[in-house]
């Protein structure tokens, strides 16, 4: 019998701009881009230079400590530019696409009679084996572990997060096959997360082979990670995979057509957008086609995912590869005169300290502004509000600011990631990079590990 999980502790931000449910093709963008930025703990290795011509699923480079693993170009054209950043680390390899899409062509077949490795192979020769990753760490999934279970969160919590049931109601079949492939790489169980507080896709709730898990609640229920925890926690030397529907669609396609079929739906949402609502792109696009026209006037700060979460990026960047969602709202260089001192019903608070929580329902236009500046880490309690894991947030970020590896250990750091401890970052009244601490914890610890 499916499970139902409340989760009590979190945070829903009420943001305008949610994406209205009208899909949209989008015109081809002319430029896209795979950024080893958006692969934790990779050491990138050009197999390509500027100049050379590429079909969609060319290798573009490889990972120095897992040379198997491929990351391919979403589609043919020429290598126009790898932008470098500090230390001429590769931040982006960009392609100019072909007007009509070439495809390189992979051998496959149906994936129940394929074994475990013909089908890591044929994942990682196409690309889309970082589709895979694991926890501890949020790595890309080794190919010569075997996890103990592997997790899908089939619905998305965060701010103006996409409807996932929207978006794979028309790939049954795609995510049906690319579950088969998932069911070849464990021994144990394939659960499904999904949203209790209202009817799921067919694609989700007649899925065969796996095990269906219901969550209610306040963000970040949607998050694998407090999905793992309430399930199935990771102990020291546990190890699970995870990854998320439009994941396994493509996987599905992949195998369908023997082809990396890079299409994948966003939502374009945000305070800032004209008419926010789906787009169906190839990964990596330049948004420069999608906000055109589309965005207000102003200083505007464009994200690759939510705003807890995202990434920032130009108005002619380029999409993250696990991204499904682009966010548009205002810059905040501003001084707010009094602060939190003034009194209103028009600015947000989740702690009660403005009249604005006597209106659960209203939507609000926020901005990048801090509300304050860095100080010393004050004890609020406000973590244990929103932290619905059974961990204590403060002890383990002490403990990696520190650096006590044993006391990392016992606190649970093995279960957690960055987007866990987005909104204890949101509420923080010192202003603390949490989430950068977090992330220097999970690396303090894989190198100790290795």
């Known amino acids: ?71 391919t170009s979403p589609v043919s054209g020429e290598i126009v530019e790898i932008n470098r950043g500090e230390r001429r680390a590769i931040l982006e390899v960009v392609v100019k696409a072909d007007k009509t899409i070439e495809y390189e062509e992979f051998k496959v077949g149906d994936p129940k009679n394929l074994s475990r490795e013909e089908i890591i192979e044929a994942l990682q020769k196409s690309g889309l084996w970082p589709s895979l990753r694991q926890r501890p760490y949020s790595t890309i999934a080794n190919p010569n572990d075997t996890p103990k279970a592997i997790f899908i969160s089939a619905f998305d919590s965060a701010p103006l997060a996409p409807d996932m049931d929207y978006i794979v109601k028309d790939c049954v079949e795609c995510f049906q096959k690319g579950i088969d492939v998932l069911s070849k790489l464990t021994n144990g169980k394939i659960h499904l997360n999904l949203n209790a507080d209202y009817p799921p896709a067919d694609t989700f709730t007649k899925a065969k082979g796996v095990e269906l898990n219901y969550f209610t609640g306040p963000h970040p229920s949607g998050n694998v990670g407090v999905q793992i925890n309430k399930i199935d926690p990771i102990n020291k030397g546990d190890i699970i995979w995870y990854t998320y529907p439009q994941e396994i669609a493509a996987i599905g396609r992949f195998f369908e057509k023997g082809i990396y079929d890079a299409t994948k739906i966003v939502a374009l949402t945000g305070s800032e957008v004209k008419n926010p609502k789906y787009f169906k792109v190839l990964n990596g696009a330049s948004i420069k086609n999608l906000v055109k026209n589309n965005v207000n006037d102003g200083e505007l700060r464009y994200i690759s995912g939510n705003v807890l979460t995202g990434s920032k990026m130009e108005d002619d960047g380029y999409i993250g590869f696990y991204d499904n969602q682009i966010t548009v709202i205002p ?58 894991m059974d961990i204590y947030p403060v002890q383990l970020i002490k403990a990696i600011m520190i650096e006590d590896i044993d006391k990392m250990e016992q606190l649970g750091i093995y279960e957690v990631d960055e987007e866990d401890f987005a909104l204890c970052e949101y509420v923080c009244t010192s202003k603390t990079e949490v989430q950068s601490i977090i992330r220097n914890g999970l690396d303090l610890m894989r190198k100790e590990m290795s």
């Open 331 to 388: 810059e905040g260089k501003y001084h707010d005169f009094f602060g939190w001192a003034t009194p209103g019903f028009k600015k947000y608070t989740a702690s009660r300290t403005l009249l604005s929580w006597l209106i659960p329902g209203k939507k609000y236009r926020l901005d990048t502004n801090f509300h304050g500046g860095h100080r010393a880490y004050v004890m609020t309690g406000e973590y244990e509000k929103v932290f619905p």
């Open 1 to 71: 019998m499916s499970k139902v999980i409340k989760i009590k502790k979190g945070l829903n931000i009420s943001l305008l701009g949610t994406a209205e449910k009208i899909m949209k093709k989008a015109d081809q963008a002319d430029f896209y881009a795979i950024k080893p930025t958006d692969f934790v703990g990779i050491r990138p290795k050009l197999v390509v230079k500027v100049g050379d011509k590429v079909k969609a699923g060319t290798p573009l480079f490889f990972d120095k400590f897992q040379p198997e693993v491929q990351f």
